[in-house]
């Protein structure tokens, strides 16, 4: 089944990555780690809260890789996640590579060794510190992919709903009865807005029932349950007041918006489409951080913060759209069709073995 595009989907994920571009830029550099000299108290209060644009991020990611999903096929959908994901990341993350070993010393280093495991995006099971810190999140995404992949191995989409359920309730388990390998595999941590974001694509996709509002209300609640415990986290490492208030109203808002998405129900936003905001999103969220931090280092107090903050964003925002024209508009295409060329000759050898061995002639 094709789908038409989601437009309020590349809004919202442009407003994920500017969320976690000011939380980087305008307060977690400065207050925690050492990572920024530069303070910006004019948006730190408000700031703060950016962290919660990677939780935006896990719900959109729920509602569309159930959608590249539902059609069911291993093969389109990892070539679909090869092709979206590792172009613009190849580009990005040796850009930030050549910047570290260029500029960074002594606050950021890496080695070639570190490049290379970064590159395969793989990483973070390799135990391989990260490049840039934004990147933690793609190992998330990774062990969500893992999970769709099983499901398409075992040809199950069409009890999909069923199999969420099942994970929320693993997840509910995991968090109230902790269990170390749980958590890690169910992503326990993250699930309940992969799930809700799923459950949002159940609802825009087949509507509205009361199986999937329970769903998603169980969802609501163990996110905003577990937030409480990021908030306390939050006030410890960085010694500054966080609102558990305020964190619950904004995780409520992004699933409330995702179900208004779900609902088609975004007016005059869902009419437009946010083509170049969505472009934007991905080079940026991955190029934005340590570079950033590294001009900070390098600029200030010689440059006023103002300009500094403003005009860095202003650069990361051009090389993002940089890295979208002229690698993932070129690369992308070319990739996708070498990897469907290997995947069908590959599908077609166990064929081909058999007619050799059988005596039968090779199929063409």
Not at 87 to 92: G, Q, S, V
Not at 136 to 165: C, S
Not at 341 to 348: A, G, K
């Amino acid at each position: 089944m094709a789908h038409s595009r989601v437009n309020e989907i590349d809004l919202l994920r442009f407003l994920a990555a500017l969320a976690v571009v000011f939380f980087h830029y305008a307060f977690r550099g400065y207050a925690a780690d050492g990572a920024s000299p530069m303070p910006y108290p004019w948006l730190a209060p408000a700031a703060r809260y950016g962290y919660l644009g990677a939780n935006l991020f896990f719900i959109i990611s729920g509602f569309v890789i159930l959608m590249t999903a539902e059609q069911g096929k291993l093969r389109g959908f990892v070539v679909s996640r090869i092709v979206r994901l590792y172009p613009a990341f190849w580009a990005c993350c040796t850009l930030t590579f050549v910047v570290v070993l260029l500029w960074g010393a002594p606050r950021f280093q890496a080695t070639p060794g570190q490049y290379l495991a970064n590159m395969t995006m793989l990483n973070g099971f390799m135990g391989v510190d990260y490049i840039d810190g934004s990147y933690w999140t793609l190992f998330v995404e990774l062990k969500f992919y893992a999970l769709v992949g099983i499901v398409l191995v075992l040809d199950r989409m069409r009890q999909v709903q069923a199999i969420l359920a099942g994970w929320l309730l693993l997840a509910l388990l995991g968090e109230f009865w902790p269990n170390k390998y749980l958590r890690y595999f169910l992503i326990v941590d993250y699930a309940a807005y992969f799930i809700g974001g799923a459950v949002c694509f159940l609802v825009w996709s087949r509507g509205l029932s009361a199986a999937r509002i329970g769903l998603l209300l169980l969802c609501w609640g163990l996110a905003l349950f577990q937030s409480t415990r990021a908030v306390a986290a939050m006030v410890a490492h960085y010694r500054t007041g966080f609102s558990d208030l305020v964190a619950g109203a904004l995780i409520s808002a992004c699933f409330g918006v995702m179900l208004l998405v779900a609902l088609r129900a975004g007016g005059p936003f869902g009419r437009r489409r946010w083509l170049a905001a969505g472009a934007l999103t991905y080079p940026l969220y991955l190029l934005h951080e340590n570079i950033g931090f590294i001009a900070f280092h390098r600029l200030y107090p010689a440059l006023n913060p103002h300009l500094l903050l403003w005009g860095t964003l202003a650069l990361m925002l051009a090389a993002a759209w940089a890295v979208h024209s002229q690698v993932e508009r070129r690369c992308a295409p070319r990739l996708k069709a070498a990897l469907e060329r290997w995947s069908t000759r590959e599908s077609r050898r166990p064929a081909r073995t058999a007619a050799r061995d059988s005596g039968s002639p090779t199929p063409p």
